[in-house]
């Protein structure tokens, strides 16, 4: 740094702050931020969302397809147990790791149009809090679609 600008902080401390630390200007962003989902109904949304289509339909997925094992969530954040065999709950991919047959759901996910969220075993289902009934439902579609082509995995009774 020249001298001319070090010298320029001799006498005063540089304006700036940090985003986690009470800044003045990161304050005012989350506020707003806090003020549009209000307005916007956006915390209501989810929870609508959850409680009449993901949480029910998520639901009768799991009736229909038997590779899910166990249904949970709240609002737009829901995780689906993906197994080969519902009585043992054997997953469908150890834990750590991946399996072919789990790497195909996320295929078939992407091929008709749902980016999944994977984590071993497990698929999540997290659209954003804002989606539309409409979006929501499509969602379902696709995932329905999805698992339709990875049942022959399921080895249980």
Known sequence: IPDYIAKTFDDRVFPGGLTYSGHPLACATAVATIDAMKEEG???NAAHIGETILGPGLRELAKKHKVIGD?????????LDIVTDRESRNPM?????SSPAMNELIAACKKNGLMPFPNFNRLHMTPPCNISEADARLGL???DKALTEIGKHYTGA
Do not use: S
């Open 71 to 79: 249904v949970r969530g709240a609002g737009v954040f829901w995780g």
């Open 42 to 44: 956006i915390v209501e």
């Open 93 to 97: 991919a150890p834990y750590g790791a």
């Open 141 to 143: 579609e696709m995932l």
